[in-house]
């Protein structure tokens, strides 16, 4: 079964910094790309960085050059780097995972979410 743990939420002041940890468990391969979204209370889930297996990450434009993503120090894990945080960053931060179908396709696969509370 593949699991995605997620870990580093925690609450800060405007202008600091958090670091979320996501490490996948329970595969061989590696994931064709590894992504982090995020909620905000009453909104949809957004994309905030991906990153394909071997490719560049790509980023929402409202977190460009604030937000860090690269990858673990091994297979199967993203490190989403935070600075200069602000209160619109508040969310549930989810990690997320694709691995390629051999048929065509990809399967999804989510973490449970990690808070991440930024106050003014």
């Known amino acids: 079964q593949v699991v995605l743990a997620e870990s580093g939420g925690g609450l800060v002041q405007a202008g600091g910094s958090l670091t979320l940890f996501c490490a996948g468990s329970g595969l061989l391969a590696n994931f064709d790309a590894m992504a982090w979204y995020r909620q905000a209370p009453g909104k949809q889930r957004e994309l905030v960085a991906e990153?394909?297996?071997?490719?560049?990450?790509n980023y929402v434009d409202s977190v460009k050059g604030r937000f860090t993503l690269s990858s673990g120090d091994a297979k199967n894990k993203v490190v989403l780097r935070m600075d200069g945080l602000r209160p619109e960053d508040t969310g549930t931060y989810y990690c997320?995972?694709?691995?390629?179908?051999?048929?065509?396709?990809?399967?999804?696969?989510w973490g449970q979410g990690t808070q991440v509370t930024v106050s003014s």
């Open positions: 997320n995972a694709k691995l390629r179908q051999v048929f065509g396709g990809f399967n999804d696969y």
């Open positions: 990153m394909s297996l071997g490719g560049a990450p």
